[in-house]
């Protein structure tokens, strides 16, 4: 057979029967161009497989095109841990050496046999095409995306929401994903390929479903590739049979569980606190160096009991459970001479008996020891954030050489510094949900002009952003209102709210600062509207709870919901459409029952979410009779650690006199064991068993002292309360530059 080369990839050679395929990804080393003209070309295999890591892959590459085909021995990576042996990956590379004057290289792989799975697949195939042209704009030779997924992903039948595969072109190309055209897709699965995201578009079938999805890589300019061979191609972006620059096929399985009672993130299923990477994200390595990432996740009723990390060999991890449900890894790895210029894709998911976390997945990227490190500082306030780098730590840096994720944003310069300035909406900012905190991210590239024949190539690459707490707490209180003030620290801001009362329901008219304190009538309505103070364009605000005290403490152990965990909880609460970066309801007026109980304060925990994260606590919506302990918990993660309360001012109303007299008027009676919400609104509260105020009410005496008391007692202040944050964000900015890529 005329084939070509092949190659044996093989570990525990000789069990031949009920080998256990998971799935598998290739990535290719940067090509190299040898001085005889030939190409080295180097790829790393990732196989993921049930049980003991028992692999044979063979792979052959087109004759005429590979000259030698070496290859290392297999080894495993990281396995399961529970005894369970439900997974395994491991890890081998391979070296070929490519003629002279090809322009492509194709690879192909197969092996047996795929898990046993609900499509009927049995054998498995793998390819990669790889154009060996020079590139206009890098001035190298093309190379691949990377990509792997973890070895098992399961998710109950109810649960599933997506998977986000990790697509990173170390060219910065454009990269799209669509299902292999020779394999049937899973029912009820789509894959949307810009962003290479799986998603369902109805109930998923229970059992292990496989899936093979193509990566191919389009340029975002127009470049010229010229090949050794002395012939040359354009690749204009505009043309739309645009061949693709590189095609590489990544495989994985997904076993659907059966459904489970609860999907709430954070609850069964473990969710990523704000320490982990972000997807997606490119982190450095050093040759030499040990390189680490922390990952933590939290699970309020399951153990976490450990972490998939599915990544180069030899990089290892520490697991540790903390306290309420949270664990957290430590992942190192030290790489070696062989793998500089790697861009090394590893992904990870917190692990339950039950199910798992969504996957994430990152970039490592090897660098030479000589990165500089520069300085960089980054200013958040509520509409913008600005970045200075300091020129001296990063000399020869120039800003017309600079760009923001959007080019057509400019950076501008003074002596010392280069300075940067944008919205969240602006310059491609890019938005993002960790848990518990919103991040917007923009990054500082360089760029050569097309014109120019660079030899000495210097790549800066600038991420900064800023980072605020999710969760937040605004109140509307008696009688203080004041003007704007926000509070910020550098890397890290509190977003403004407004907390306003209107006239009417429409929304539009606030009740002005001077009119303050507004007078309502009992029963009277009252319109009230929360909104977040900022240029926030991908952000939904949701309000999770409100409540009433008589004072302005929150935490007053004599309260009132309106709202809690989502769910309206006084039948009077109307919520009225708004934007996603607003909240208007109303509510008909109230007090709470006792003598010199005559104000009301309504406080609100809003939340910051991704809106079209599906994982985000805006798309759970109300949850009823959620564990109270649970809720507060994540709730309290929040106020506790990042949330101190703003300067609040307690001014006493201008109540009437005799409004404080009788002691005994709006006194509620216990009876039950329960004790119902002290708050009196109406005669006709359909909670009378609970508040014996009707007779009372019904009486002349009492009808008047109870007018005299909501005469200006029950008052509401449209006001702003700011909460600042004591935390700083250790690492949010990271400067560096890095040399190299000479071939
Ligand atoms: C492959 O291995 C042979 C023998 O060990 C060696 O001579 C050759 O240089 C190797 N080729 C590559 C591309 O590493
Ligand atoms: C699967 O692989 C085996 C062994 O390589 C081969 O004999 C068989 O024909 C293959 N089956 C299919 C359906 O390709
Ligand atoms: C893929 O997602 C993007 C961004 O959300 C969206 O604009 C696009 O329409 C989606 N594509 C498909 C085919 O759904
Ligand atoms: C696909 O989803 C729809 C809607 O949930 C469901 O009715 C249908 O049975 C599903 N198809 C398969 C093959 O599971
Ligand atoms: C790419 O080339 C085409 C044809 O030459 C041209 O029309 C188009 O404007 C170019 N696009 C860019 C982004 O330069
Ligand atoms: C490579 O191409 C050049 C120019 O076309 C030609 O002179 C040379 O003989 C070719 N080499 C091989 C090995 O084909
Ligand atoms: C992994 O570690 C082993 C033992 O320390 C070593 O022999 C091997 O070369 C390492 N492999 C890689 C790829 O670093
Ligand atoms: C899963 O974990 C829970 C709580 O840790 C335990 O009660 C249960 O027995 C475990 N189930 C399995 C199948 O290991
Ligand atoms: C340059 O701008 C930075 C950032 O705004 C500022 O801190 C610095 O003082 C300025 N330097 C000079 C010389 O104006
Ligand atoms: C809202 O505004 C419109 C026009 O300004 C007015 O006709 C309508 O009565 C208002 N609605 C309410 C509830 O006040």
């Known amino acids: 057979m005329e084939a070509g080369l092949l190659l044996l990839l093989s570990a525990l050679l000789g069990t031949a029967a009920a080998l256990s395929f998971y799935g598998d990804s290739i990535s290719f080393m940067p090509l190299q161009k040898k001085s005889d003209g030939t190409f080295q070309v180097t790829f790393y295999h990732r196989q993921n497989s049930r049980g003991s890591c028992q692999t044979q892959s063979s792979f052959t590459c087109d004759s005429g095109v590979c000259n030698s085909f070496n290859s290392s021995s297999i080894q495993h990576g990281d396995q399961d841990n529970t005894g369970q042996g439900q997974w395994c990956q491991s890890e081998g590379y391979a070296t070929a050496i490519i003629s002279k004057n090809k322009t492509s290289f194709s690879l192909r792989g197969s092996g047996c046999c795929w898990v046993s799975n609900i499509n009927g697949k049995r054998n498995w195939t793998t390819h990669a095409v790889l154009d060996l042209g020079t590139r206009s704009d890098s001035h190298t030779l093309n190379s691949c995306p990377v990509t792997t997924t973890v070895s098992y992903l399961r998710v109950p039948q109810n649960c599933f929401k997506r998977i986000s595969l990790l697509t990173h072109d170390p060219d910065g190309d454009n990269v799209r994903c669509r299902f292999s055209s020779d394999a049937s897709v899973p029912s009820n699965f789509t894959l949307n390929e810009t962003l290479c995201m799986l998603t369902s578009t109805g109930q998923v079938d229970i059992g292990t479903q496989i899936f093979e999805v193509i990566l191919e890589d389009f340029p975002i300019t127009n470049i010229t590739l010229t090949y050794a061979d002395g012939t040359s191609a354009s690749r204009e972006v505009s043309d739309p049979n645009l061949p693709s620059l590189c095609k590489v096929k990544v495989q994985f399985s997904v076993e659907i569980l059966p459904p489970i009672l609860s999907c709430e993130v954070g609850g069964m299923q473990p969710i990523f606190l704000s320490k982990t990477p972000s997807h997606g994200d490119v982190l450095h390595a050093t040759v ?261 005290t008589p004072d302005d403490n929150p935490e007053n152990s004599l309260s009132y919901d309106l709202i809690k965990n989502g769910c309206l909880k006084d039948e009077t609460v109307k919520v009225h459409p708004s934007g996603q970066n607003s909240f208007n309801f109303e509510i008909q007026a109230f007090k709470f029952t006792g003598p010199l109980l005559n104000q009301v304060y309504i406080t609100c925990s809003v939340i910051l979410c991704e809106p079209d994260n599906p994982f985000s606590r805006c798309a759970q919506g109300c949850l009823e009779n959620p564990s109270r302990r649970r809720r507060r918990g994540l709730g309290m993660e929040t106020v506790d650690h990042y949330i101190t309360q703003g300067p609040l001012q307690f001014v006493r109303s201008a109540v009437p006199n005799d409004a404080n007299k009788d002691d005994s008027v709006m006194e509620k009676t216990d009876k039950g064991p329960v004790s119902p919400p002290p708050v009196s609104r109406d005669t006709e509260s359909k909670s009378e068993e609970h508040w014996n105020t009707k007779q009372i009410l019904n009486t002349n005496i009492s009808t008047v002292v109870f007018a005299c008391i909501f005469v200006g ?31």
């Open 288 to 548: 030499g160096q040990t390189f680490q990432f922390y990952a933590q996740a939290q699970a309020q009723h399951a153990r976490i009991n450990d972490f998939q990390i599915n990544g180069p060999q030899n990089m290892s991890k520490l697991f540790k459970e903390g306290e309420s449900g949270k664990a957290e890894v430590t992942v190192s790895w030290t790489p070696q001479q062989s793998d500089l210029y790697r861009f090394i894709p590893v992904c990870f998911t917190a692990e339950t008996n039950k199910t798992q976390s969504e996957m994430r997945c990152i970039v490592v990227m090897v660098t030479q020891a000589s990165i500089i490190q520069g300085k960089a500082t980054v200013e958040c306030s509520p509409n913008m954030m600005k970045v200075a780098l300091d020129k001296a730590s990063m000399p020869g840096l120039n800003e017309n050489f600079l760009k923001l994720i959007d080019p057509s944003c400019s950076l501008t310069s003074n002596n010392t510094h280069i300075m940067g300035s944008m919205s969240f909406s602006t310059c491609g900012t890019k938005v993002e949900d960790k848990g518990d905190f919103i991040i917007f991210k923009n990054k500082i590239n360089s760029f050569e002009l097309p014109s120019e024949v660079i030899t000495r190539r210097r790549e800066v690459q600038i991420e900064f952003s800023c980072q605020f707490p999710k969760a937040i707490t605004v109140s509307s209180y008696y009688s203080l209102h004041k003007s704007d003030y926000i509070f910020t620290e550098s890397s890290f801001g509190t977003f403004g709210y407004t907390f306003e009362i209107f006239h009417d329901g429409n929304f539009t008219n606030k009740v002005d600062a001077r009119a303050y304190p507004v007078e309502v009538q009992l029963l009277q309505k009252v319109f009230m509207g929360i909104e977040a103070k900022s240029e926030l364009p991908n952000v939904k605000l949701y309000v999770e709870s409100c409540k009433a």
């Open 713 to 743: 007692s029950v008052v509401f202040m449209g006001l702003i309360v700011f909460y600042f944050s004591k935390k700083r964000k250790e690492e949010d900015r990271n400067a560096l530059i890095h040399s190299g890529w000479e071939q």
